[in-house]
């Protein structure tokens, strides 16, 4: 069964589905997205099961030859539906999965259009799972692009006041960054070979199914000094072939020797720069972060949790898939700027969430603060920092997850998210005090739940780093200390003390009402999740290790 | 030891017992255990692995695990069968039991963990327990306050803590308990663990307003077991300190001690005095440390549990009795309160030090390593006998005067006539008051070399001290108990008293240079994210919008005959500017798809 296919387009039917449906069926759109991305559940249920933790390489490959295009002197245009899995998108697809459920049935109350509301999230699903399996750039890039489409919508027309320029900020933010990722793609694109399909071209071998280790060894020393035949060169977009510096062409545009440079800088240099602005728009890193908060504060609740929960990663995917993954030499040369650009996110974000009023905001300043970890630790080049960045991902998913549903509950009842509008919230609402506690604890890393393992590992990893000083995650250990201040203030003063409202400061038999059984469906298995990730970091670090130590194997020093 | 966390919905006393039971439990598997072969036992399983790494989840018992099994237990079950009297009729109590229980577990976990990493988590796991409970009555803002503070001045020491436990690994490849020193500086971040949980100088300031809490979780966490916590893993961790960092353990522990002391001086609130001895008891313990005087710490810890918990529940019980924490109000209880009296009077004497009681001999063990330190070193390291001598002079002040304004004297008001509380208060308390006796702890009631529980620890002990040492500090305690009696309470003006009563101004110090100057610069960064970052995001939109709009009149005006492609791709660039003013959506989205497909073409 091609599980990771099913993975994507059994959410793109479900939108057509949904539009095609007669109008004002809302419960039938509900029923269809849930149904949809439950079956995306058990699917990424399937695929994790079939997953070989023993194997570092990509697996459940699926691949389809879907454009070859003669460019004559330029060689062959070659573009595959490429899909595949390993141990640093296994635990993304699943978080994703599991969000995007969360993030349906706590739409149940969108207000308005809902058929249309639907299907946009159901293409958003569709093309999140995309971008987390595809393994061939040009396929990767159009669901990254495509991905923009539906969230500017759910943003735009479901958000509150300044949702149109939070929408059209997102957009255009994330567009700037995808241009540049799109220059470099086409770079990458004009450099790189595909071994299989040129040695067939170049009569080497008659099939693709001929390919030997010898042959490939006499195409990649063909191309080296030059005896290919410029028209014989199939080019690709395969991220597989990207990572492999011999099927680099000398003197092309991004020649792994370097030949090139542009006003005295090494194109490659400028490419992984490019990239790695492309990629940290979404994390987001500071000072790319702006889009963030508006953004949240704007989104509708369930948009929110997937903006924070999901979308969010596929930043620091990115980074470790194609910005340190294709250009290790970057990584490891520009590895001191990154860190402190992971320190300067972490304090810099921990600082702006100590100053914000509105609980939304806070928490996504805190969401800032915390992908500074996953930086910190890809940075590092060593194995504790990447698996720790890969854990502080998922870890990260489902708390944001959680901490937006939190706010969603409040802004529902009362429609006022700011911090110094409540005083003593424990008093009426007690379990939603308690598992806002819970939700607030875990994020502020508190040993047994998720967010400490990850927030301890990327640390580790910056520690054992050979290429990081050790001031930069000295300073980044300041943000355990902020997040510990931001969350426990904001505990104090909205839970604590007599109970008092501003939105019902004269009414005197004021009830709010605690959490429904439906708010307690979501928050409590995520909850419990955070737990039992938190107990059982192997969970993670299992399907993670192998491909990691792989991935480390570009940057072991000689 | 498990953790009880059941429903308020049986009865609270019920849930009391319940909890007394697994605590009674878990107390005479603790006494079993302790009597099992001396041998250390290790437990230990996977827990997350990387390729040629490992961080197992390990425990162990050993001796120093067994003494604090005993000691967490036996106090807990005490402050458990109090607190049911204590809490009765509080809505919540089922709640209350909850935590102590999560406490008690995240406390066995510190004393039993087998390495840095697993002994961290239930370090923190404890401080979440402790702010719990100092925020029981959150309805009190000035509670809330406490617990917040309380936790944060812990975190601060705690990432310094972690950073030590990080460091320790990259130099050992490994966070087991080292057996050989480590460079002094990640020496002292493991040390900032204790200094923050123990309240040591500078972090000492959230233990007075920890007193919010109730009162017997006051006895139990802020007194007897959790604060000691820093003291377990000063006993964990002393192989790997080096011997300056340990120096510097020495001078924070006395700078703790007088600190400490000096604050309890003129305290107003029966439970602050309490609190700041305390912190100089902690200090002392530290100081032992530091001397390598790892026995005679653990000694102290020991006895201090015992008579601590006893004045902390005998102050429950007075508050009990007058409703008030402000000595002032109080005065003339020992014909009220006599057997409260009796046991303050008892495990008050302790503390200051009077021989025949436990405080005495394990005072004396410090006092005689310090010198025998100090003797080996020589110059300044004389400081610290003499700063802990003095530290006892203070002890016995504080304590007299604080019977003298509770249970002499006439008392102030005589609107209600206090009384005795029940035989499930005063039975912990007396029984405290009973174990805070020196034949308990050594047959010798001048000297405690010879106590079995030397033996039973397994470690060395220091020479004993010099013949002046016992008659001196006698002399001492009398001269102070005497001063602390006499003395007429100041004028709450005076500088002296004004300083005692804020402790050093220490708060108002981190107020001014830590807390204040942070949330300005967060405001800062505030405004500055705001207007600068995003300033120049919108400044950018705004001028591409502006050159859009250039462009769109000079293509209307100018080459209004050219081609018409041009033409439409101007205007539409036109659109999408408008719509950022007007809010076009619909133009948008087209222009989006229109620049997602021109994109596509571009590539193919």
């Given at each position: 069964m091609p599980l990771l296919s099913l993975l994507i387009f059994l959410p793109l039917a479900g939108a057509l589905l949904v539009a095609l449906l007669p109008r004002n069926q809302i419960s039938l759109y509900r029923w269809v997205a849930v149904a949809v991305t439950g079956a995306d559940v058990v699917l990424s249920g399937l695929i994790y099961a079939q997953f070989d933790r023993a194997k570092a390489g990509y697996q459940l490959l699926e691949q389809a030859d879907w454009i070859t295009l003669p460019m004559g002197s330029l060689g062959v245009a070659s573009i595959d539906y490429l899909v595949g899995i390993d141990g640093i998108s296994l635990p993304l697809v699943l978080l994703s999965a599991v969000v995007m459920l969360v993030g349906v049935v706590s739409s149940w109350n969108i207000n308005g259009r809902s058929q249309a509301y639907f299907a946009l999230y159901l293409l958003l699903t569709g093309t999140i799972m995309g971008c987390f399996v595809a393994l061939d750039f040009f396929l990767f890039f159009l669901f990254f692009e495509f991905m923009l489409l539906p969230m500017y919508f759910l943003i735009g027309l479901w958000g509150g006041p300044r949702r149109e320029y939070a929408s059209i900020k997102f957009f255009l933010y994330t567009l700037a960054g995808s241009v540049l990722i799109l220059l470099v793609m086409i770079g990458l694109y004009l450099s790189v070979m595909d071994p299989v399909s040129t040695a067939v071209a170049a009569g080497l071998i008659d099939t693709p199914g001929d390919m030997t280790a010898e042959v490939l060894r006499a195409v990649q020393f063909q191309l080296l000094h030059g005896q290919l035949n410029p028209a014989q060169l199939v080019h690709t977009f395969d991220w597989r072939y990207m990572a492999n510096g011999a099927n680099y062409l000398p003197n092309s545009f991004l020649s792994i020797f370097g030949e090139v440079s542009i006003g005295g800088v090494s194109s490659r240099m400028l490419a992984f720069w490019a990239l790695f602005i492309g990629f940290a728009v979404k994390l987001p890193i500071v000072p790319l972060h702006t889009w963030l908060p508006d953004a949240h504060v704007e989104a509708p609740t369930p948009v929110s949790v997937v903006l924070a929960g999901v979308?969010?990663?596929?930043?620091?995917?990115?980074?470790?898939?194609?910005?340190?993954?294709?250009?290790?030499?970057?990584?490891?040369?520009?590895?001191?700027?990154?860190?402190?650009?992971?320190?300067?996110?972490?304090?810099?974000?921990?600082?702006?969430?100590?100053?914000?009023?509105?609980?939304?905001?806070?928490?996504?300043?805190?969401?800032?603060?915390?992908?500074?970890?996953?930086?910190?630790?890809?940075?590092?080049?060593?194995?504790?920092?990447?698996?720790?960045?890969?854990?502080?991902?998922?870890?990260?998913?489902?708390?944001?997850?959680?901490?937006?549903?939190?706010?969603?509950?409040?802004?529902?009842?009362?429609?006022?998210?700011?911090?110094?509008?409540?005083?003593?919230?424990?008093?009426?609402?007690?379990?939603?005090?308690?598992?806002?506690?819970?939700?607030?604890?875990?994020?502020?890393?508190?040993?047994?739940?998720?967010?400490?393992?990850?927030?301890?590992?990327?640390?580790?990893?910056?520690?054992?780093?050979?290429?990081?000083?050790?001031?930069?995650?000295?300073?980044?250990?300041?943000?355990?200390?902020?997040?510990?201040?931001?969350?426990?203030?904001?505990?104090?003063?909205?839970?604590?003390?007599?109970?008092?409202?501003?939105?019902?400061?004269?009414?005197?038999?004021?009830?709010?009402?605690?959490?429904?059984?439906?708010?307690?469906?979501?928050?409590?298995?995520?909850?419990?999740?955070?737990?039992?990730?938190?107990?059982?970091?192997?969970?993670?670090?299992?399907?993670?290790?192998?491909?990691?130590?792989?991935?480390?194997?570009?940057?072991?020093?000689? | 030891m498990g953790i009880g966390a059941l429903r308020n919905r049986i009865s609270g006393s019920v849930l009391g017992v319940l909890a007394v039971a697994s605590t009674a439990i878990g107390l005479f598997l603790a006494l079993t255990l302790a009597r099992l072969s001396p041998q250390t036992l290790h437990w230990q399983t996977d827990w997350i692995t990387f390729r040629g790494q490992s961080f197992p989840l390990s425990f162990q018992l050993d001796p120093l695990s067994k003494l604090m099994l005993v000691v967490v237990h036996g106090v807990a079950l005490l402050v458990q069968l109090y607190s049911i009297d204590y809490m009765r009729g509080d809505a919540r109590i089922g709640r209350y039991f909850a935590y102590l229980q999560l406490f008690v577990g995240a406390m066995l976990g510190i004393v039993l963990a087998g390495n840095l990493l697993i002994l961290y988590g239930f370090w923190e796991l404890v401080g979440l327990a402790s702010y719990l409970l100092i925020g029981f009555w959150y309805h009190r803002p000035s509670a809330a306050r406490a617990a917040t503070k309380a936790f944060l001045m812990n975190r601060i020491g705690d990432a310094a803590f972690l950073l030590g436990i990080l460091l320790t690994y990259v130099q050992t490849g490994s966070v087991a308990f080292g057996t050989e020193p480590l460079t002094t500086a990640v020496g002292l971040c493991l040390f900032m663990g204790c200094v923050a949980k123990s309240a040591q100088f500078p972090l000492l300031t959230w233990l007075p307003d920890a007193m919010e809490g109730p009162t017997p979780v006051s006895a139990l966490l802020h007194a007897a077991t959790m604060v000691a916590a820093g003291i377990v893993l000063l006993a964990r961790i002393h192989p790997m300190l080096s011997p300056d960092a340990l120096t510097v353990v020495a001078v924070v522990g006395t700078v703790t001690a007088l600190w400490g002391g000096f604050s309890a001086l003129f305290q107003l609130d029966i439970k602050r005095v309490l609190a700041f001895s305390t912190v100089s008891q902690l200090g002392l313990m530290v100081a032992g440390m530091g001397t390598g005087n790892v026995s005679g710490a653990l000694f102290h810890l020991l006895t201090h549990a015992c008579f601590k918990a006893g004045l902390f529940l005998a102050a429950g019980s007075v508050i009990h009795a007058v409703h008030t924490q402000d000595m002032r109000a109080m005065g003339g209880l020992r014909k009220a309160l006599p057997y409260t009296f009796a046991a303050y009077v008892v495990c008050a004497a302790a503390l200051a030090g009077v021989p025949l009681l436990s405080g005495f001999l394990s005072k004396e063990v410090i006092l005689a390593g310090a010198y025998w330190w100090a003797g080996q070193r020589g110059g300044w390291a004389m400081l610290v006998p003499v700063g802990l001598l003095l530290s006892s002079v203070l002890t016995a002040v504080y304590m007299a005067r604080q019977l003298r304004l509770v249970f002499w004297g006439e008392r102030a008001t005589t609107e209600t006539i206090p009384h005795e509380s029940g035989w499930l208060m005063r039975g912990p308390v007396l029984l405290l008051a009973v174990l805070s006796v020196g034949i308990w702890f050594s047959l010798d009631p001048l000297s405690a070399h010879h106590s079995p529980f030397f033996a039973f620890m397994q470690l060395p002990v220091l020479p004993e001290g010099p013949a002046w040492l016992a008659p001196v500090s006698m002399a001492i305690v009398a001269a102070g108990g005497w001063l602390g009696f006499r003395l007429r309470e100041p004028a709450m003006n005076s500088k002296l008293a004004l300083a005692s009563f804020h402790y050093g101004y220490l708060d108002q110090l981190y107020q001014a240079l830590f807390i204040n100057p942070i949330r300005k610069l967060a405001n800062f960064l505030h405004r500055a994210d705001h207007r600068a970052v995003d300033g120049l995001v919108n400044g950018l939109g705004i001028g591409t919008v502006l050159l859009a709009h250039i462009a769109a009149f000079v293509d209307r005006v100018g080459v209004d005959g050219l081609v018409n492609g041009a033409g439409r791709l101007a205007v539409g660039v036109g659109q999408l500017t408008r719509s950022v003013q007007g809010g076009r959506v619909q133009t948008y989205i087209a222009t989006a798809v229109a620049v997602v497909l021109f994109l596509l073409w571009w590539i193919l």
């Open positions: 979308l969010l990663k596929i930043g620091g995917y990115g980074f470790i898939r194609v910005v340190w993954g294709l250009f290790p030499d970057g990584g490891a040369q520009y590895a001191t700027v990154l860190g402190g650009l992971a320190a300067l996110t972490i304090v810099y974000g921990g600082l702006n969430a100590l100053a914000q009023n509105d609980l939304k905001k806070m928490i996504a300043y805190s969401s800032v603060s915390h992908m500074g970890f996953v930086l910190l630790g890809v940075a590092s080049l060593t194995a504790e920092g990447v698996n720790g960045a890969v854990y502080q991902m998922v870890s990260h998913g489902v708390l944001s997850a959680m901490l937006f549903l939190l706010t969603g509950v409040l802004y529902d009842r009362t429609h006022d998210r700011r911090i110094d509008s409540y005083r003593g919230l424990l008093t009426p609402m007690p379990r939603y005090a308690a598992l806002t506690a819970v939700a607030f604890f875990a994020s502020l890393g508190l040993p047994g739940f998720s967010g400490f393992v990850g927030e301890l590992f990327t640390l580790m990893g910056g520690y054992q780093s050979t290429y990081l000083p050790g001031w930069i995650t000295a300073v980044s250990v300041l943000g355990i200390i902020l997040a510990a201040a931001y969350f426990l203030w904001t505990l104090q003063r909205m839970f604590f003390g007599e109970i008092w409202v501003r939105a019902h400061a004269d009414d005197t038999t004021l009830t709010l009402p605690d959490l429904t059984a439906r708010e307690r469906l979501l928050l409590i298995p995520l909850a419990v999740f955070a737990l039992l990730l938190g107990l059982f970091p192997n969970l993670i670090f299992s399907l993670t290790n192998s491909t990691v130590a792989q991935w480390m194997a570009k940057f072991v020093v000689e | -």
